[in-house]
């Protein structure tokens, strides 16, 4: 048999000349695959997906409008490299208005990017060296990470437990680590826990940051979704967190544009300058159309809290069904995730030694999709992003997740 070179050429980031032939699947693919096997058995009930982390609302008519009468501009259809000065502008209102961030400068603390998760990706192209350390929270969002390890850098995992509130510890990180490590990865309010970080945890982290050299990188993308009190609250607005960091708002949780792909970062101008520069070579640029619906969204903060009222609405209903059934729900403070540590098993003999196991068995045997997390304990994520027209609609799969559930004797 001939040599199979493409195979042989497959760098070792990616598995190699392995790359492939493994045998795990990544648990959305999991998820997906038993989604159908559901489905397959059980084709007249209808799949109730608490699993979705995208919002199920488009984006608001009037931004729709803006995206089409700028679409047809003849002068919109440039590449815009780092962005419109005019999108940098208005974030850095939006940054104020919203989140009482003062003296941005939006020449030079101020980027846009094709969405969050390609700004994530590229950072660490900007600072990390093979044997230099990404500090990571977990469970979370592992896109900072996975191209830390790209670049032969090293991930070190701080897990997020409920008697921290969901906060890593940064003093158990060791001295080696601290000195080695480059970059620090935050994520609040925190997907997938739903926590949100306080002012005095941020200070902590300003002087945490400083003490060791560490980049703070802030990822906000469910900044703007508070409810029951909770005001929004930006890393940045912590007095010297920009001598130290960066901070990431997206538009597609806030302004319901997830496929749009537009979001910006802020922060130090020299972490700016880097990103800006790896960014010119890997992108040319969002659509100038998107970046003035963009525009319009900053101007409009009032189509985030009316989105955030009625996740607010739904995290009631289920949280209060989840407590009747037996789980140790609370309802969060922001964004659309409810974070729930799973059942033993249930009286009739089953055993769940994984969140992955009862993740499995809800979409096996219920048809309730979610998504299981294991990094630091057995919980599962469950979204209240699920398709529903109206607040009755709302109610109803609501009753109808608990009358499918509550035929079960959990064991907690």
């Known amino acids: 048999m001939q040599n199979d070179f493409i195979q042989e050429a497959f760098a070792d980031r990616i598995g190699g000349n392995k790359f492939g032939k493994g045998t795990v699947l990544y648990k959305f693919e999991k998820i997906k695959r038993a989604k ?62 919203v989140f009482n961030v003062d003296g941005l400068d939006p020449v030079n603390e101020i980027n846009h990017g094709i969405g969050s998760k390609p700004i994530l990706a590229l950072l660490p192209q900007a600072f990390i060296n093979p044997g230099d350390i990404t500090i990571m929270t977990v469970p979370g969002y592992p896109v900072m990470g996975s191209a830390t390890k790209g670049l032969g850098g090293e991930v070190v995992n701080l897990p997020l437990l409920p008697e921290n509130n969901f906060l890593p510890n940064l003093d158990s990180l060791t001295e080696e680590q601290c000195q080695k490590a480059k970059l620090l990865y935050l994520n609040y309010p925190n997907n997938p826990t739903g926590a949100v970080a306080t002012k005095e945890f941020f200070e902590k982290v300003v002087v945490f940051a400083k003490k060791h050299n560490i980049i703070v990188v802030s990822d906000a993308a469910y900044a703007a979704l508070t409810f029951d009190g909770e005001k929004p609250l930006s890393f940045l607005s912590i007095e010297g967190a920009k001598d130290i960091g960066v901070e990431i708002h997206s538009l597609s949780k806030a302004f319901n544009m997830t496929g749009w792909r537009l979001a910006f970062i802020c922060g130090n101008e020299k972490v700016i300058k880097g ?77 769940f030694t994984s969140a992955e196991d009862f993740c499995e068995f809800l979409i096996k045997q219920q048809l309730i999709s979610t998504v299981p997390w294991d990094d630091a304990g057995p919980y599962v994520r469950m979204s209240v992003t699920f398709e529903a027209d109206t607040e009755q609609d709302e109610m109803a799969i609501i009753k109808e997740i608990k009358h499918r559930l509550s035929n079960i004797e959990f064991i907690f």
């Open 36 to 97: 159908r096997e559901a489905h397959a058995k059980n084709p007249n009930l209808p799949l109730i997906d608490l699993g979705v982390g995208e919002p199920d609302w488009k984006a608001d008519d009037t931004v729709v409008e803006v995206l089409y009468e700028q679409a047809k501009l003849k002068e919109n259809r440039f590449y815009t490299d780092n962005g419109l000065q005019e999108f940098k502008d208005a974030a850095t209102k939006y940054m104020s208005d």
């Open 275 to 351: 990103f800006a520069a790896v960014k010119d070579n890997n992108d040319s640029g969002q659509f100038a159309a998107i970046q003035k619906a963009g525009i319009y969204c900053f101007n409009h903060p009032e189509i985030t809290e009316k989105t955030a009222l009625k996740y607010s609405r739904r995290h009631n209903l289920l949280v209060t069904a989840l407590k009747e059934l037996g789980f140790a729900a609370q309802k969060p403070k922001a964004s659309f995730y409810i974070y729930v540590k799973i059942p033993q098993g249930t009286k009739s003999g089953i055993k």
